[in-house]
C-alpha cells in the first residue's frame, strides 16, 4: 500500500501535475518505499511528464525502458529518438528495434538515422545490438539492396562470449564455478582498460551494460569467497571500480563501503585501505542511493555522524537517515521514529511522526519497534466498555448517524465516552493513527495516539471521515455541545429491562 506521500504523488499526477509524473514514473523505474518496480507504469508516467516538456522524463525513457516494453505502447518512438540524439546509446538500440523491426514502412531519413543508432550500439558491445546487424545484413543481401559496412573492430568492446549462459551460470551454480566461467572473460574485457574508475573517467572510457554487470557480478562472488591473497583482492577492486564506474549500483555500493571502511549497517571494518576516505566513500554511496539502494542512505547517514569525519552534519545525517526510511530499510526506520519520539517536546506532532516510522519497521518485523509501539500507544480495550453493550448501530444510523458513527469509532478504537463524543474526527485521522486530543473542552483527559492497525479500522474511518466532512462538528452545529451530545447518548443506553430509551 502506497504512503501517504505517495498517495499525493499520485494524486498530483492524476491531476496532470508534471512534476508529480516524472517522480511517479521514476519511483515505479526503480521501486519505491510500498510501490513495486514495474516499467511499463514507469513508461505511462514517464511519457506523460515527457508530453509536458520535462526532459529527464524521455531521457530515463531512452536509458532504462527496453524494447519489449516500448513496442507495446505506440507514440514511443520520439522520445527514443530524441534520446539517441542526446547521446544514450541504449536509446540508439531500441530506437533501431523499432524502426527495423517495425511492420509497416518507415520514412528513409528515419531508417538511416536507425541503422546509425544500430551500428553505434553493435560498437558498443551490446549483443542483441549485434544480433540485429547481423539480420540486416543478411536481408540486404537476400534483396539486392546495399550491404551495411561491417563495423571497424573494436578491442576491448567485441563480445565473444555467451551472455545468456553466463546469466544461467550465475543463477544456479556456485560462485566458484560461476568465475571459472566468467573470469577469463572479465581479464580480456579489461586487459586495456583503464585501472580504476578516476582513470576511466579521464579517459573516457565507457564499458556496455552487459559488460558492467560481468564485472560487476565477478566482483560480488569473489567478494563472496574466500579472501584470496592480495592479487586477487586487487583484481576484485578493480572489477569493482570500473562496474560502479559503468553505473552499477550494488557495486557503487560496495566501492562506497570500502571506502569508508564499514560494513552496511556502520560498524567498522579492519580490511581494506589504510585510512578511510569519506569523501569518494559519499560520492559512491550517493550515486548508489540515487538509483534506489536504501542500504546507500543509511551508509551515508552512519558517515555524516562519524566524529572523525571533517564535515560531520547531524541534520545531514538524519535527511539521509529518512530517504532510507522512506526506501523501506527497517533499521532507519526504527531509528527515525525513535529520534521523532524522543524530540517530541519540541514539536507534538512528532509522536505521529514516531508512530509512523515504528509501524513500518514493526510490519517488517523489527521486535523493538513493536514494544516501542506499545510504550507510545497502548491497546485500551476497556475505555469502550461503555460502548459494548450498545443497540445495533444500524437502527440509529438513519435518525441518529452521526452519533452511531461517533458509537462505532469508540467500538472500534477503544475510546472513552467523553473522547468518542468530543473527537474531531476529520482533524483526529492522521492515516496511521487517530490522534484522541479533546482538551481544550474536557480538561480532565489528556493526548493520546491509536493506531490504525487492521484494513476494518481504515475503512470504517474512511467511511466516517467522509461523513463527518460534511457537517460542522463545532457546539454550534447540529450535534450542539457536549451535554447535548451526552443526553441523545443516553437515549441509545438500555434501561435496566433491557429496553433503550425513547429519542427525543
Same mark, same amino acid.
Not at 541504449?90 to 530506437?95: F, K, N, S, Y
Not at 475505555?383 to 440509529?396: C, K, N, S, V
Given at each position: 500500500?502506497?504512503?501517504?506521500?505517495e498517495?499525493?504523488?499520485?494524486?498530483?499526477?492524476?491531476?496532470?501535475?508534471?512534476?508529480?509524473?516524472? &517522480?511517479?514514473g521514476?519511483?515505479?523505474?526503480f521501486?519505491?518505499?510500498?510501490?513495486?518496480?514495474?516499467?511499463?507504469?514507469?513508461?505511462?508516467?514517464?511519457?506523460?511528464?515527457?508530453?509536458?516538456?520535462? !526532459?529527464?522524463?524521455?531521457?530515463?525513457?531512452?536509458?532504462?525502458?527496453?524494447?519489449e516494453?516500448?513496442?507495446?505502447?505506440?507514440?514511443?518512438?520520439p522520445?527514443?529518438?530524441?534520446?539517441?540524439? &542526446?547521446?544514450?546509446?541504449?536509446?540508439? /538500440?531500441?530506437?533501431?528495434?523499432?524502426?527495423?523491426?517495425?511492420?509497416?514502412?518507415?520514412?528513409?531519413?528515419l531508417?538511416?538515422?536507425?541503422?546509425?543508432?544500430?551500428?553505434t550500439?553493435?560498437?558498443?558491445?551490446?549483443?542483441?545490438?549485434?544480433?540485429?546487424?547481423?539480420?540486416?545484413?543478411? +536481408?540486404?543481401?537476400?534483396?539486392?539492396?546495399?550491404?551495411?559496412?561491417?563495423?571497424?573492430?573494436?578491442?576491448?568492446?567485441?563480445?565473444?562470449?555467451?551472455d545468456?549462459?553466463?546469466?544461467?551460470?550465475?543463477?544456479?551454480?556456485?560462485?566458484?564455478?560461476?568465475?571459472? +566461467?566468467?573470469?577469463?572473460?572479465?581479464?580480456?574485457?579489461?586487459?586495456?582498460?583503464p585501472? !580504476?574508475?578516476?582513470?576511466?573517467?579521464?579517459?573516457?572510457?565507457?564499458? &556496455?551494460?552487459?559488460?558492467? /554487470?560481468?564485472?560487476?557480478?565477478?566482483?560480488?562472488?569473489?567478494?563472496?569467497?574466500?579472501?584470496?591473497?592480495?592479487?586477487?583482492?586487487?583484481?576484485?577492486?578493480?572489477?569493482?571500480?570500473?562496474?560502479?564506474?559503468?553505473?552499477?549500483?550494488?557495486?557503487?555500493? &560496495?566501492?562506497?563501503?570500502?571506502?569508508?571502511?564499514?560494513?552496511?549497517d556502520?560498524?567498522?571494518?579492519?580490511?581494506?585501505?589504510?585510512?578511510?576516505?569519506?569523501?569518494?566513500?559519499?560520492?559512491?554511496?550517493?550515486?548508489?542511493?540515487?538509483?534506489?539502494?536504501?542500504?546507500a542512505?543509511?551508509?551515508l547517514?552512519?558517515?555524516?555522524?562519524?566524529?572523525?569525519f571533517?564535515?560531520?552534519?547531524?541534520?545531514?545525517?538524519?535527511?539521509?537517515?529518512?530517504?532510507?526510511?522512506?526506501?523501506?530499510?527497517?533499521?532507519?526506520?526504527?531509528?527515525?521514529?525513535?529520534?521523532?519520539?524522543?524530540?517530541?517536546?519540541?514539536?507534538?506532532?512528532?509522536?505521529?511522526?514516531?508512530?509512523?516510522?515504528?509501524?513500518?519497521?514493526?510490519?517488517?518485523?523489527?521486535?523493538?519497534a513493536?514494544?516501542?509501539?506499545?510504550?507510545?500507544?497502548?491497546?485500551?480495550?476497556?475505555?469502550?466498555?461503555?460502548?459494548?453493550?450498545?443497540?445495533?448501530?444500524?437502527?440509529?444510523?438513519?435518525? +441518529?448517524?452521526?452519533?452511531?458513527?461517533?458509537?462505532?469509532?469508540?467500538?472500534?478504537?477503544?475510546?472513552?465516552?467523553?473522547?468518542?463524543?468530543?473527537?474531531?474526527?476529520?482533524?483526529?485521522?492522521?492515516?496511521?493513527?487517530l490522534?484522541? !486530543?479533546?482538551?481544550?473542552?474536557?480538561?480532565?483527559?489528556?493526548?493520546?495516539?491509536?493506531?490504525?492497525?487492521?484494513?476494518? +479500522?481504515?475503512?470504517?474511518?474512511?467511511?466516517i471521515?467522509?461523513?463527518f466532512?460534511?457537517v460542522?462538528?463545532?457546539?454550534?452545529?447540529?450535534?450542539?455541545?457536549?451535554?447535548?451530545?451526552?443526553?441523545?447518548?443516553?437515549?441509545?443506553?438500555?434501561?435496566?429491562?433491557?429496553?433503550g430509551?425513547?429519542?427525543?
Amino acid at each position: 500500500m502506497a504512503n501517504r506521500e505517495e498517495l499525493g504523488m499520485i494524486r498530483g499526477a492524476r491531476a496532470g501535475d508534471a512534476e508529480c509524473q516524472l &517522480a511517479l514514473g521514476k519511483l515505479y523505474l526503480f521501486g519505491g518505499a510500498s510501490l513495486p518496480q514495474s516499467q511499463p507504469t514507469a513508461l505511462h508516467w514517464l511519457n506523460r511528464a515527457a508530453l509536458q516538456g520535462r !526532459d529527464e522524463a524521455w531521457r530515463l525513457i531512452g536509458r532504462h525502458v527496453g524494447f519489449e516494453h516500448a513496442r507495446q505502447n505506440p507514440g514511443m518512438l520520439p522520445w527514443y529518438e530524441r534520446a539517441w540524439d &542526446a547521446g544514450v546509446t541504449q536509446a540508439g /538500440l531500441v530506437l533501431a528495434q523499432l524502426v527495423l523491426l517495425a511492420p509497416e514502412a518507415v520514412s528513409a531519413p528515419l531508417r538511416s538515422k536507425a541503422m546509425q543508432a544500430l551500428e553505434t550500439a553493435a560498437r558498443a558491445g551490446m549483443p542483441d545490438a549485434v544480433r540485429l546487424l547481423a539480420q540486416q545484413r543478411h +536481408q540486404a543481401r537476400a534483396s539486392g539492396s546495399p550491404v551495411p559496412q561491417p563495423l571497424p573492430p573494436v578491442k576491448n568492446d567485441d563480445r565473444p562470449f555467451n551472455d545468456t549462459a553466463l546469466a544461467q551460470a550465475w543463477e544456479k551454480l556456485p560462485r566458484t564455478m560461476f568465475l571459472e +566461467q566468467a573470469l577469463p572473460l572479465a581479464r580480456q574485457l579489461v586487459q586495456d582498460a583503464p585501472q !580504476d574508475a578516476e582513470a576511466a573517467r579521464l579517459c573516457g572510457w565507457q564499458p &556496455a551494460p552487459d559488460q558492467v /554487470l560481468l564485472l560487476a557480478r565477478c566482483a560480488r562472488a569473489m567478494a563472496e569467497g574466500p579472501a584470496g591473497d592480495m592479487a586477487r583482492q586487487a583484481e576484485r577492486q578493480r572489477y569493482c571500480e570500473l562496474a560502479a564506474y559503468g553505473g552499477d549500483r550494488g557495486a557503487q555500493l &560496495a566501492l562506497g563501503l570500502w571506502f569508508a571502511r564499514m560494513t552496511c549497517d556502520g560498524a567498522r571494518v579492519s580490511d581494506g585501505i589504510a585510512a578511510a576516505n569519506f569523501k569518494r566513500a559519499i560520492r559512491w554511496l550517493t550515486q548508489a542511493g540515487e538509483q534506489g539502494l536504501a542500504d546507500a542512505w543509511f551508509a551515508l547517514s552512519r558517515i555524516y555522524i562519524k566524529p572523525e569525519f571533517s564535515q560531520r552534519s547531524v541534520a545531514e545525517a538524519q535527511a539521509c537517515l529518512e530517504r532510507a526510511a522512506g526506501m523501506g530499510h527497517s533499521a532507519a526506520q526504527l531509528e527515525c521514529g525513535i529520534h521523532a519520539w524522543r524530540s517530541r517536546r519540541g514539536d507534538e506532532q512528532n509522536d505521529v511522526r514516531a508512530t509512523y516510522w515504528l509501524q513500518q519497521a514493526a510490519a517488517q518485523g523489527a521486535k523493538e519497534a513493536e514494544a516501542a509501539l506499545q510504550r507510545i500507544a497502548p491497546d485500551t480495550p476497556d475505555a469502550a466498555a461503555w460502548a459494548a453493550g450498545m443497540l445495533d448501530l444500524r437502527e440509529w444510523q438513519h435518525s +441518529q448517524p452521526l452519533l452511531a458513527a461517533r458509537i462505532e469509532l469508540a467500538q472500534l478504537f477503544g475510546l472513552t465516552r467523553a473522547e468518542a463524543l468530543l473527537l474531531d474526527v476529520v482533524a483526529a485521522d492522521q492515516g496511521h493513527c487517530l490522534v484522541v !486530543d479533546i482538551r481544550a473542552s474536557y480538561g480532565r483527559s489528556k493526548r493520546r495516539l491509536v493506531l490504525v492497525q487492521t484494513a476494518q +479500522q481504515r475503512q470504517a474511518l474512511d467511511r466516517i471521515t467522509r461523513l463527518f466532512e460534511q457537517v460542522d462538528c463545532s457546539v454550534d452545529g447540529p450535534e450542539g455541545n457536549y451535554r447535548q451530545r451526552l443526553y441523545r447518548l443516553k437515549t441509545l443506553l438500555p434501561d435496566e429491562n433491557g429496553n433503550g430509551l425513547a429519542v427525543v
